[in-house]
């Protein structure tokens, strides 16, 4: 992204309607909803010559966690929201910290080849074959990092708050810290579970999700502090916010979320139905059963995001 898409590509609260602008087809069509208290969205840009509008078409094979990232990279316009574009052109050292099935480096080092991208995961469903030559992935833990002190001009993190006890999110932050070099930046995503108009069914899978992780000594809650965990590792020119994810209703996005969302409840079918006291028939005909009730409710969530700066002093 530029600087002056960087600009564009912060969020704002919409007031009275946002218009969805559907760029997946050939026709483009738009609607207009009205927008809910709090509501966020990124700002409009010209979808249709950006690549990060390039989403996949229904027979696509594409594994869940590459379907939840073409579904962030819709959300927020992009790989990233840092002001690192300068950075990434003249050619920086790139950390993707639980890099899953390494989709985002995939991505940034196909768009920004001058730098050079590492993806590191405690479990590996890497890629395997068309790698590019400026990225790698290695088995590593985000709690105790195997790399040298200010290595990486960039450090990304996205989606680990199903894994992190508090103590863990303490000690991420310290060891993405102490691998950013000074004037590099440190960007967080994390989807927060909490939901404005829920339906009753998803509050109870809201509950069931918080039961099993508090056993794991797991609060979820905390993706709402990812700007106060990167201020505690002394990092400056912080920013936090949120862009809204509809499910069911807003148009192209709002099939793409609440898709996203049954992917994701599905996947943790075998820990969640037991808990709810369902057959895992019962748990999956609720789970298709929620975006009627999202529709009807004009459900949403937040995807939080923070990033900062690791100061020169």
Known sequence: ?????????????????VEVNDTSSATS??????????YRVSENRD????????LPTD????????????????LVHGNFSSPVEDLLLEGIQVLDAGTGSGRWVLEMAADYPESTYIGTDKVSIFPTEEIPANCEFMLANTLNLPFADETFGFVYQ??????????????????????TKPGGWIECFEIDLDMTNPPSDYTRLR???GLATQIKGIDISVVKKLGSFLES???VEVEQDYVSCPFAWGGRVGTLC?????????????????VMGMTDEEYEEMIYGLAAQFRTNRSWIKVHYAFGMKPFN
């Open 158 to 179: 996205r989606n680990l708050m199903m894994s992190h006890t508090p103590a863990d999110w303490k000690n991420a932050m310290i060891e993405m810290a102490r691998v």
């Open 258 to 274: 609440v898709r996203n969302l049954e992917l994701g409840y599905l996947a943790l079918r075998a820990s969640l139905a037991p």
């Open 233 to 235: 590792c002394g990092l």
């Open 29 to 38: 069509s738009s609607s207009y909803y009205q927008v809910p208290e709090g």
């Open 47 to 54: 979808a249709a010559t950006k690549s990060w509008y390039r």
């Open 59 to 74: 027979d696509e094979e594409v594994g869940r966690l590459d379907f939840q990232h073409y579904v962030i990279r819709y």
């Open 1 to 17: 992204m530029s600087q002056s898409e960087q600009q564009t590509a912060k969020t704002n609260t919409a007031e009275l309607t």
């Open 207 to 209: 509950n069931a999700v």
